[in-house]
């Protein structure tokens, strides 16, 4: 062991190396972090083998939702608790982007209705006499609804705060309450997607750096093939075979294809990063190879994994909205590849341009068509911000 240093020596001559590689490893993991997981498991197992269930009913998209809170709930909670002042300095950088601040608010909002906004608002109550009712700052003629619920002035149905936003052409349903439920369903496909995409992505990046060699190039080959299948094939070809539950499909395709891209990154980003100073003189101290990639390189990964699934998330949404455009033929006629049993922004588009049509009730196609091109435009901004706040750039 070295001589003891002054007091009033530096940080760096006062560590004890020998005790520092006495107790290499993997770093600790918080113990509520696996806890929490059996938790969550535990809770899935009660749900799907008990006959009575959970007081509350819960799918299989539910299901997934909650792992996909759990996952980046947790890592923010981690970030929050053991890195407070690296988390305080990234969001120094950030905020200094105006619009990505803006942009960030609008997506907690997004989280916030997808989260709670079904809890207060069920499925609306079909009211045929009250289809296409205009929204509250709006007017349709009234030869396309069987009844107004506001005033008639001139020939026209004006809006009334009874339904705010309109309703349904097909049914008079309240549209307020088939937006937030859409809301659920886009959160549930891009937080089901990331989870697969995250632990599946990062893993195999880990594991080409960690083993190298012939693991390293089949791995690498995996992603690659993976990727050049297009998500919605795979989804198209499974549609025929499976009738409930397709939005969980769609999503596991998603996913499937989804980790290629990161787990290249991730491969690529290690390598750097043991190459740097600080890697460098971990080795020298003696740092193991796996306390090296858990305590040094993956903290230092992690602001990049967090930035590509931030963008890789509006494809997730536009993917599930777009296919609602989608026909197919079908034993009864046609269909769309969307999942009838879950609402989504997609459907309400498609379903408005075909029933009262343009611009006669823009509004049907309209507002959920802001809502979808608002929420990718802020994932878009708030991840293109996150780049430069997380991995800043010397010009």
């Known amino acids: 062991m070295s001589d003891p240093s ?28 696996p806890v929490g997981g059996a938790l969550v498991l535990a809770a899935f197992g009660y749900d799907y083998l008990s006959t009575d269930g959970l007081p509350i009913a819960m799918d299989g998209l539910d299901w997934l939702l909650v792992v996909g809170l759990y996952t980046f709930g947790s890592l923010a909670l981690a970030a929050l608790l053991y890195a407070p002042d690296q988390l305080a300095h990234y969001w120094g950088q950030f905020r200094t982007d105006p619009v990505a601040v803006a942009c960030l608010a609008f997506l907690t909002a997004f989280v916030g209705v997808g989260l709670f906004g079904p809890l207060v608002a069920s499925e609306p109550e079909v009211n045929v006499l009250y289809s296409s009712q205009p929204p509250v700052w709006g007017s349709i003629d009234t030869m396309y609804v069987p009844s107004c619920a506001g005033e008639v002035v001139d020939g026209q149905c004006h809006g009334t705060w009874q339904f705010p936003l309109g309703t349904t052409a097909i049914g008079g349903k309240d549209l307020i309450a088939l937006l937030i ?15 697969l995409v995250v632990p599946a992505g990062v893993g195999v990046g880990v594991a080409a750096v960690r083993f190298g060699g012939r693991v390293e190039a089949a791995l690498m080959w995996l992603a690659e093939q993976l990727q ?24 596991g395709a998603l996913g499937l294809v989804g980790w290629g ?11 750097v990063r043991q190459t740097e100073q600080y890697a460098q003189a971990a080795r020298l101290g003696g740092v193991g190879d796996r306390r090296l990639l858990g305590r040094h390189l993956l903290p230092n990964v992690l602001p990049s994994v967090l930035s590509n699934v931030t963008l890789q998330i509006p494809l997730f949404i536009l993917v599930e909205a777009s296919i609602a455009f989608i026909q197919i033929p079908a034993s009864t006629g046609t269909t769309t590849l969307g999942d009838p049993s879950n609402f989504s922004w997609g459907q309400l588009i498609y379903s408005s341009l075909f029933t009262v049509g343009l611009p006669a ?15 990718v435009f802020a994932f878009n901004v708030v991840g293109d911000a996150m780049v430069d706040a997380l991995e800043p750039r010397n010009d």
Request: no cysteine; hydrophobic share 55%.
């Open 6 to 33: 002054p007091p009033d020596a530096g940080r760096f001559a006062t560590v004890d190396w020998d005790e520092l590689d006495a107790e290499a490893g993997v770093p600790a993991i918080p113990r509520w972090l």
């Open 181 to 195: 439920l859409a809301t659920r369903t886009s959160l549930s496909v891009a937080l089901g997607a990331a989870t």
């Open 228 to 251: 050049s299948f297009p998500a919605v094939l795979i989804y198209f070809v499974l549609f025929y075979w499976i009738v409930e539950g397709r939005l969980r499909i769609l999503i």
């Open 261 to 271: 891209g990161l787990a290249r990154l991730v491969r690529d980003e290690l390598r």
């Open 361 to 375: 009730a823009w509004w049907l196609a309209g507002v959920p068509l802001l809502l979808l091109s608002v929420t």
